[in-house]
């Protein structure tokens, strides 16, 4: 796992970054199914590195720019993705819906908390994984290539490549 790193999230630039992200989130969760070249004009502004993405409304993010995909990358619906550091996806990867993608923690100290400080840590999904539904990635883990999380679980550890990792054997 990746060490957290601590951040001021509100400086102005972050705060513009991240307006911007939910005002695109916005627009792209009202667009209809069948406003395809909308969608993805939006989708294009809102995650410049993810072009060959299929993602299901309602979707949020932090950011956007923040989120990194390889090719053929599905979220399913009401996917959340707190990109408050790099988020990366490999190849062929697919989200369950009600998923929960964190790069963003906060600190234990209640000071810290109420200063404002976060705690990110990237978080690395590598190529055909599967997250089933109501998945929930916390910051700094990296699952493996061809890995499958099963449903309800949280991932609080690195996953090894190709690891069935179910509720049996969550931690």
């Known amino acids: 796992m990746v060490p957290l790193t601590e951040l001021l999230p509100m400086d102005s630039s972050r705060k513009q970054q991240r307006h911007r992200a939910k005002q695109l989130c916005f627009a792209l969760n ?43 990358l599905y979220l399913n619906h ?45 978080v690395m999904v590598g190529n055909d994984v599967w997250l089933g539904a109501n998945v929930i990635v916390l910051p700094g883990v990296t699952i493996g290539d061809g890995a499958i999380i099963g449903a309800g679980v949280t991932v609080t550890r690195d996953i090894a490549a190709g690891e069935i990792f179910t509720g049996r054997n969550a931690i």
């Open 30 to 72: 009202q667009l209809s199914p069948d406003s395809k070249a909308e969608r993805k004009q939006t989708l294009a502004k809102l995650l410049p590195f993810a072009k060959t993405a299929i993602i299901e409304t309602p979707f949020t993010c932090d950011f956007g720019n923040n989120i990194v995909a390889g090719d053929k």
């Open 78 to 122: 009401n996917v959340v993705i707190l990109d408050g550091a790099r988020v990366t996806f490999g190849d062929r990867v697919m989200v369950g819906p009600n998923s929960v993608i964190t790069a963003t923690t906060h600190p234990k100290d209640a000071q810290k908390r109420a200063s404002g400080i976060q705690l990110v840590a990237p």
